[in-house]
């Protein structure tokens, strides 16, 4: 949500991995924004660090003039997929559609992204024709049978900044909330949820997953869910 030097040690967390996820939300939305493209731009040059990095946008993102993320559209695998050393990653990015009228729909522009098409993700599902091993969402709002029809391994999310693991109904696949990296906006005012970050270890056939949880300067607990 727009806050970059939290985000900034937020990663000092997170070392050794092979692989980093954005579930979206890079900008915070609850005001208009004159300058995104800077804040693109300053994202960038965080995930640059990393080999491999790859996000979807969420419900407050905000496309440029070229209907892209800007700087950050290198990262982005909206609607498509990617594979690292085997494993199978495919993204889609968006949210629920906003309210017509009430106090959250001053919040949106028609080029903000924020609606999730399920009859899309499952042609593009049927037409990438692999099994997924993770499936990047921001929000799982309304793809529901989606995921149950294509059964990937995992399933990630943001958007509600809830932590958690559960598996979807119906089907073997494991859903992971990863919760809100960083639960403060750019004014530093405190939005809801723990700061935390989820992770996936995964060492020959066995997976582990969990969830760390942090403040500023010191690790809280990491647990395993």
């Not at 522009?109 to 024709?129: F, V």
């Not at 309304?142 to 999310?157: C, N, Q, R, S």
């Amino acid at each position: 949500h727009d806050n970059i030097s939290r985000t900034k040690q937020a990663l000092r967390f997170m070392k050794n991995f092979d692989i980093l996820l954005c579930a979206g939300d890079i900008l915070n939305g609850f005001e208009p924004i004159k300058d995104f493209k800077k804040t693109y731009q300053q994202f960038a040059k965080i995930f640059e660090t990393y080999p491999y990095c790859f996000l979807v946008p969420g419900n407050h993102e905000i496309m440029d003039e070229n209907q892209t993320l800007g700087e950050l559209e290198r990262f982005s695998i909206h609607k498509k997929s990617v594979e690292i050393n085997g494993l199978k990653i495919f993204g889609y990015g968006g949210g629920v559609n906003p309210p017509a009228n009430g106090p959250d729909s001053r919040l949106y522009t028609p080029k903000t992204i924020y609606k999730t098409d399920a009859n899309e993700l499952d042609y593009l599902l049927s037409e990438y024709g692999q099994k997924v091993d993770i499936l990047l969402l921001h929000d799982i709002k309304g793809l529901e049978e989606v995921v149950k029809k294509h059964e990937p391994e995992i399933v990630i999310t943001g958007h509600d900044h809830e932590q958690g693991r559960e598996t979807i109904i119906g089907t073997d696949t494991e859903w992971i909330k990863c919760g809100p990296i960083v639960p403060f906006d750019e004014r530093n005012v405190r939005l809801f949820g723990k700061s935390c970050y989820a992770f996936i270890e995964s060492e020959g056939e066995a997976i582990r997953i969990g969830l760390s949880y942090f403040e500023t300067n010191r690790r809280l607990r990491k647990i395993l869910i």
